[in-house]
Structure formats: structure tokens, C-alpha cells
């Protein structure tokens, strides 16, 4: 065991805090899964606590440089594993599927695989799925020595050349600085066969460079982005379960019925203001009780989240942010909560 996973165990069974023992079971599962060279099934729920959960934490425990201290870890996890395990980004079996079946995907390439965790998960959906790497970066890392799916020595460029029949090409977590993204853009464009191309990080953050973000006409696919996400479902879950009735719009609506949650269908802020099942409507209403809107990129004041959260304030509704919180408030609840569960 690495000293990050000893000392983030140490601090979890000293501080003895249900929500950060759930989070540090979270981080041994992945570790185990990376050390046998196992896909997750799916993406693990979001690591560390928010300011407003952190202050909970603190006011729980009572222990703020140990419970900080905890907190630093379960934030540079994703750190640790680039050091120890030369992954940025996780691959899971639920987003290799969905990937599969929303692109109509027979056969993949990636490019700039690193140690090929995205190849594998891929291949273990029944995609064809060829792997490639310059391993320029491996000269200086030890994780470079581990690749778990058979790679070919190609830079980015060479291996598109190479493979140009493939229905996906993909890249996970292109660094941030050089050139290679926009050269690739530029070979993609010109291919007679344009294969959908596929990248994984964060948009306009730690990925890509700026430039390419400025040229690419990127589209985003809903179902394959909330896959990273699947936290929400089981906090749908367990509000269902012990008597809250849910409301949800279009896109959140239908991921939760597809998981068997009965859900009160609301039309979106621009989306006929007019209705009664217009969100607006229903917080005017007094139809909910409970917000739960996580602030992402819609913080424009014309924004739909920023709307919601406006109006949750001013009818007095009270307004969660973070899904950690949610995941707070619900242990209390559920300690003090009759559930009904069916028999077997």
C-alpha cells in the first residue's frame, strides 16, 4: 500500500466520519481494480468536500487541521494516480458502452493512450479497439513501463495515417500546452473519411490547448457526459426511497426513469413559461421543497441554473449546490427516516 492510501486510512479511522469513510472506500476500490488491471463498471462518485460540506465536517468532528488534512488528500487523488498509475482519466465500462451505442462504434483508435485503460474498456465492449502512443513521455515515468492493452509505438499523427478506417478516434486528457491537438485537428479535417473524434477532459480547463478550443467545432453528447457523473443517481435513489416524490427536466427525467425511478417531468426556464409544469411554476407553486442544482458552467446571469438557484432563494426553498452536501443531508434523513423497501 502507497503512503497516500496508508495515511488517507489512518485519517479516516481516526476521524471516524461516515461521509469521509464512504469516500475513502471509494479511492481503495479504485486502487484495487488498478492494481489487478480491472475497468470500473462505472464512474466512481466525485471525491472531497466542498466548502459548505467541509464546514459540517469540521463542525461534526471538531478536528479542522485533521479533517483539512483529509480533505487534501481525497483532492489530489487524481494527482496521485497520474504519479503512481499514469491514468488522468478513469475509464469505466458504462461510458465504453454508451460510447459504442450512441456513435454506432465497431472499431476505435486511440491516440496519445498512455497506458491504454480507455483501449481496454473499449475492447471489453465488444469494439474493435486499436491503441497508440509515441511513449515520449515514458522516458521520465515509471508508469510508462505498465501499459495494460497491447500498444503500437505511433505518435498522434502517424497512427491516424495509419488507421484511417476506424469509426472513433479518441484521446484522453490531451495535455494542455504544444501544438499535437491542433495538428490533429488539422489531419481530421482533411481525411475523405471522417470518423467521429472523440475527446475526454475538461473543456476550456486542463485540457487542450487554448487555441484548439478557439478552432474546434466541438458538440457535446449528453447520456456519455452524465455517465462520468452517476453520483445523482444514487442520491435520486435514496430520496425516493424514503418518500420524497422527484422532479427533474427533460435530459435528468429521462436517466432517471432509464434506472427505474418514478420522476414529475418539468419543463426548463425558457421551455413555456406559461405552463403550470414550468420549474418556475412549480417553486412558485410550492410544489418543491428541495433544490438541488450543482453549479457547473451556468453561472451567467441568463442561465438556467443561475434562474433556479435565484428563484429557489427567493421562495424560501432551501438550495443545495454540491451533490456531497445532498449526500450529507440525506444520512441525517435517513437515520431519522421509516423507507420502504419491497419484499423479496
Not at 73 to 97: D, H, I, K
Not at 174 to 192: C, M, Q, T, V
Not at 234 to 239: E, G, L, S, T, V
Not at 303 to 309: E, K, L, T, Y
Amino acid at each position: 500500500m502507497k503512503q497516500y492510501q496508508i495515511k488517507l486510512n489512518q485519517l479516516d479511522k481516526e476521524l471516524n466520519y461516515l461521509p469521509l469513510h464512504k469516500q475513502v472506500n471509494i479511492i481503495n476500490n479504485i486502487i484495487a481494480n488498478l492494481q489487478q488491471k480491472k475497468i470500473l463498471p462505472k464512474s466512481p462518485n466525485s471525491l472531497g468536500f466542498l466548502p459548505d460540506s467541509l464546514d459540517i465536517m469540521i463542525d461534526n468532528i471538531g478536528n479542522k487541521d485533521k479533517v483539512q488534512e483529509a480533505n487534501n488528500l481525497l483532492n489530489n487523488f487524481r494527482s496521485f494516480l497520474s504519479r503512481e498509475y499514469g491514468v488522468w482519466s478513469l475509464p469505466n465500462l458504462e461510458t465504453a458502452r454508451l460510447i459504442k451505442q450512441e456513435y454506432h462504434v465497431k472499431s476505435s483508435l486511440e491516440i496519445m493512450a498512455g497506458n491504454a485503460y480507455w483501449s481496454k474498456a473499449l475492447s471489453q465492449v465488444g469494439i474493435n479497439a486499436i491503441a497508440s502512443d509515441s511513449f515520449s513521455w515514458a522516458k521520465s515515468s515509471t508508469t510508462g513501463e505498465a501499459p495494460i492493452f497491447t500498444t503500437e509505438n505511433l505518435d498522434a499523427l502517424s497512427a491516424i495515417k495509419k488507421h484511417p478506417e476506424v469509426d472513433l478516434i479518441i484521446c484522453s486528457w490531451a495535455p494542455n500546452f504544444g501544438e499535437d491537438d491542433l495538428k490533429i485537428l488539422d489531419l481530421y479535417r482533411s481525411l475523405d473519411h471522417q470518423p467521429v473524434l472523440l475527446f475526454i477532459g475538461e473543456k476550456n480547463g486542463a485540457t487542450n490547448s487554448a487555441t484548439f478550443w478557439q478552432k474546434a467545432k466541438s458538440r457535446t453528447n449528453t447520456k456519455v457526459n452524465r455517465s462520468f457523473q452517476s453520483k445523482i443517481l444514487p442520491i435520486a435513489k435514496r430520496f425516493a426511497r424514503i418518500g420524497y416524490r422527484i422532479f427533474a427536466t427533460k435530459g435528468t427525467a429521462e436517466f432517471l426513469k432509464s434506472n427505474g425511478l418514478h420522476v414529475d417531468l418539468v419543463t426548463k426556464v425558457h421551455e413555456g413559461e406559461n405552463k403550470d409544469d414550468n420549474i418556475l411554476n412549480e417553486l412558485r407553486d410550492g410544489k418543491i421543497d428541495l433544490v438541488i442544482n450543482t453549479m457547473g458552467h451556468d453561472i451567467e446571469k441568463n442561465s438556467d441554473g443561475f434562474i433556479i438557484r435565484q428563484m429557489a432563494i427567493q421562495q424560501n426553498v432551501p438550495l443545495l449546490t454540491a451533490l456531497d452536501t445532498a449526500d450529507a443531508l440525506l444520512t441525517a434523513l435517513e437515520n431519522r427516516s421509516f423507507a420502504t423497501d419491497a419484499l423479496k
